[in-house]
C-alpha cells in the first residue's frame, strides 16, 4: 500500500469532488437483503468502496442474565471492523472507537423498534466492516435497519442515515474517505423517515449556525433518497417473482381467524 | 378514510396502509389516526381491521398455541422447556401428571425428551407456563422433528388444515405442527419421509405464493408415484411403505388463531407410549416403556439439539 496521499484540493475548480460527484450526490449504493443464511435477518451495503454486512439474532434469551430489562427487549449492537478493512492493519482486538460506534448505532436505532413487545429477551446486531472507506456508521446504520426488518422486528420505519460534511468550505452529502479525512467537518444523521425525527445528529469540525441548519436540510433529503432504495431492496427480497402467480386464486387463503375485525364494522 | 395498500401487497415497515377510521392490529401501528406497518409482510384488510402477516420473525408465545418442546433441566416439581424463540416455558407436574406422582418427576419426562404440549399462560410478567393435559398431548418417542420458520407454520396448516390434511391425507403420515415452527412427523418410510420434509420445505420457501396447496398436492401425487415405481423393483421396501396407517380424519386440525384446540393426535399405538398422566401405581409398565423408548427416541432428540446449536 503506498503512503497516502493529500490531495491537492477537495472541490475541483468546476465545483466537482474528488471522485467527479456533485456536491449533494451520494455515492453509487447497491443494498442486499438476506445475504447471510444463518442469521435470522441480514443485509449488506456497498455505498462505494464501503461494504459492511450486518447480521440480527433474536429477539432470544438474553445471556448474560443481569442484562434483562423487565420491560423491553435490550438491543446490542456490535460494530467490528476487519483487519483488512482499513490501509493500515486495523489491530483485530475490540477498540475505543468501535465500542462507541456500537453504542451510538444502537441509540440511533432504538427509537423505531418496538422492543417493548419483547420483554426480558435481546435483540442482536453484529456489524462487521469488510472495507472501509468513510461513512461507516452510516452505512452501518443503514444495512443495520434492514437486517432488522428482515429479522421481523417490529419498527416504526426503516432508519436510513448520512453524513453531511464541509471541505474546502463547501457543504457535501455523504463523505468520501478523504473528504472524510481532509475536509473541515462532518455531521453524521439518521432520521425516522415519516416524521423527519432525527435519531442520530452528532458533528465533528466547526460549522457556523446557517452551515449547520444547510447541512441538516441535505442530510434529509438524502437520507429521505436513500428511503426510497431502502424500501426497494426491501420489496425486492420478498416480492415473488413474476410468472408463478395467479392472482385471482387466494381460495387457500392462510388467514382464517376474522377476529372481531367484522363485528366492529360500525364502530 | 382511504387504504393505500392492494389485497395481500408486500409491505415494508413504516409504510403508510391506511388513514381514517380503520384499526391497526397485528403488525401495525397507530400514530394520531394513521395506519403504518411495523413488518415486512402482507397487508390485509378485514373489516375495518388492518394488519400485516409477518413473513419472518422468532415464536412469540400465545396462550392457547399448540407447542412442541424439549425437556432441558427437571427442577424439583417443574420440568425447564425449550420451546424456541427468546422465552424458555415451565411446565409443572401438576399441569402434566395426574396425582399422586412420584417425587422424582424425571421418571415420567426426562432431559432430553421431546413433548407436545400446550401453553396454558403467558403474559409480559410471567414467563410461558405449559400444560400437557388436553387430547394428543404426549411425549413424542418416535418420528421426527422438522424445524420451519414459525411465521410459516399458517400457511403449513391452511386454511383450517387444508394444507396439512392434505399432505397427511396423501403421505398416510401423523403430523403435529407445532406454533413454535417444529412439526413432528412419523412417517411409515424413510422415501415418504423425504418427501414429507421437500413438502414442508417448499411450502416454507413459497409462502406467500398463491394456489400452493395445488401444486404441493400435485408434487406430492407425482413423487409418490417415482416412490412406487422404484419399489416396485425392491419387494421389502414396499412391505415397510404399505404398513397399515392409521385413518386421516383424525388428524390435528389446528388454526392459526383458533382456540386451543390441542391436536387429536390419531390414536394408533399410543397406549405404548409413556403417557405422562400414568399413575404411579402402572410402573411396571412405565419402566419397560423407558428402556423402549430409549432406543426409539433416538431420531427427536438428535433432531431437536442439532437445531439449538
Redesign the interface.
Known amino acids: 500500500m503506498s503512503p497516502e496521499v493529500k490531495p491537492d484540493f477537495l472541490i475541483s475548480p468546476e465545483g466537482l469532488r474528488i471522485d467527479g460527484r456533485r456536491p449533494d450526490e451520494m455515492r453509487p449504493i447497491e443494498l442486499k437483503v438476506g445475504v447471510l443464511k444463518q442469521a ?2 441480514s443485509a449488506s451495503i456497498r455505498q462505494g468502496k464501503t461494504y459492511i454486512i450486518a447480521g440480527v439474532y ?5 445471556h448474560p442474565r443481569h442484562l434483562t430489562l423487565n ?1 423491553r ?1 435490550y438491543l446490542r449492537v456490535v460494530y467490528r471492523m476487519a483487519t483488512f478493512s482499513v490501509p493500515d492493519r486495523k489491530r483485530p482486538a475490540p477498540s475505543r472507537r468501535e465500542r462507541e460506534i456500537s453504542m451510538v448505532i444502537a441509540n440511533s436505532l432504538k427509537p423505531a423498534l ?1 422492543l417493548e ?6 435483540v442482536d446486531v453484529f456489524i462487521q466492516v469488510i472495507q472501509a472507506d468513510g461513512g461507516t456508521r452510516c452505512a452501518a446504520i443503514n444495512a443495520a435497519s434492514l437486517a432488522l ?10 432508519i436510513p442515515s448520512v453524513a453531511v460534511g464541509k471541505a474546502d468550505g463547501k457543504l457535501l452529502v455523504d463523505l468520501g474517505d478523504e473528504e472524510d479525512k481532509y475536509g473541515q467537518g462532518d455531521v453524521p444523521m439518521a432520521i ?3 416524521t423527519e425525527e432525527i435519531t442520530l445528529l452528532q458533528q465533528d469540525g466547526s460549522f457556523t449556525k446557517e452551515e449547520l441548519v444547510e447541512a441538516m436540510r441535505m442530510g434529509i433529503n438524502s437520507c429521505k433518497y436513500l428511503h426510497e432504495l ?2 426497494e431492496a ?2 425486492r427480497t ?3 417473482k413474476p410468472g ?4 385471482e ?17 360500525d ?1 | 378514510m382511504a387504504v393505500y395498500f392492494q ?2 401487497e ?1 409491505v ?5 396502509l391506511a388513514e381514517g ?1 380503520y ?1 391497526s ?1 397485528f ?1 401495525t ?1 397507530d ?1 394520531e389516526g394513521k395506519i ?1 406497518s ?3 409482510g402482507l397487508a ?1 384488510l ?4 388492518v394488519k400485516v ?6 415464536y ?1 408465545p400465545k396462550e392457547g398455541d399448540l407447542v412442541i418442546a424439549t425437556i432441558n433441566i427437571v427442577a424439583g416439581n417443574n420440568w425447564k422447556v425449550n420451546i424456541g ?4 416455558a415451565s411446565l409443572h407436574a401438576n399441569n402434566a401428571l395426574r396425582r399422586p406422582y412420584s417425587d422424582d418427576i424425571s421418571e415420567y419426562m426426562d432431559i432430553g425428551d421431546v413433548i407436545s404440549a400446550e401453553i396454558i399462560a403467558f403474559d ?1 410478567n410471567s ?1 410461558p407456563f405449559l400444560g400437557m393435559k388436553g387430547r394428543g398431548l404426549t411425549v413424542l418417542t418416535d418420528g421426527m422433528v422438522l424445524e420451519v420458520s414459525p ?1 410459516k407454520i ?2 403449513i396448516i ?3 388444515g ?2 396439512i390434511n392434505m399432505i397427511n391425507d396423501h403421505l398416510k403420515i401423523d403430523t403435529i405442527v407445532g406454533q413454535n415452527g417444529r412439526i413432528w412427523i412419523r412417517a411409515p418410510s424413510t422415501e415418504i419421509l423425504r418427501l414429507a420434509i421437500k413438502a414442508f420445505r417448499t411450502i416454507e420457501t ?9 401444486r404441493i398436492s400435485s408434487m406430492l401425487v407425482e413423487e409418490l408415484e417415482k416412490i412406487k415405481g422404484s419399489v416396485e423393483t425392491k419387494e421389502e421396501v414396499q412391505e415397510t411403505a404399505e404398513l397399515p396407517e392409521t385413518e386421516p380424519e383424525s388428524e390435528p386440525e389446528l ?4 382456540e386451543p384446540v390441542p391436536a387429536p393426535e390419531s390414536k394408533t399405538d399410543s397406549k405404548e407410549k409413556p403417557e405422562p398422566e400414568t399413575p404411579p401405581e402402572k410402573k411396571d409398565t412405565t419402566v419397560e416403556v423407558e428402556a423402549k423408548k430409549d432406543e426409539e427416541k433416538e431420531e427427536p432428540t438428535e433432531e431437536v439439539s442439532k437445531n439449538e446449536s
Request: aromatic content about 6%; glycine content about 14%.
Open positions: 435470522d435477518g433474536g429477539p432470544r434469551e438474553l420491560d427487549a418496538f413487545e419483547f420483554p426480558k429477551s435481546v426488518a428482515d429479522a421481523g422486528i417490529p419498527m416504526r420505519g426503516l425516522i423517515p415519516q431502502q424500501k426491501l420489496k420478498y416480492v415473488r408463478d402467480e395467479g392472482d386464486g387466494y381460495e387457500d387463503d392462510l388467514e382464517t381467524d376474522l377476529g372481531e375485525a367484522e363485528l366492529m364494522e364502530e | 389485497k395481500r408486500v415494508v415497515p413504516g409504510q403508510l377510521r384499526r392490529s403488525g401501528y400514530d403504518f411495523s413488518l415486512v390485509e378485514r373489516g375495518n381491521t402477516v409477518a413473513l419472518e420473525g422468532s412469540i424463540g427468546p422465552y424458555g409480559r414467563g411465521a399458517p400457511r391452511g386454511r383450517s387444508s394444507m413459497q409462502a406467500h405464493t398463491s394456489r400452493l396447496t395445488d388454526d392459526t388463531e383458533a
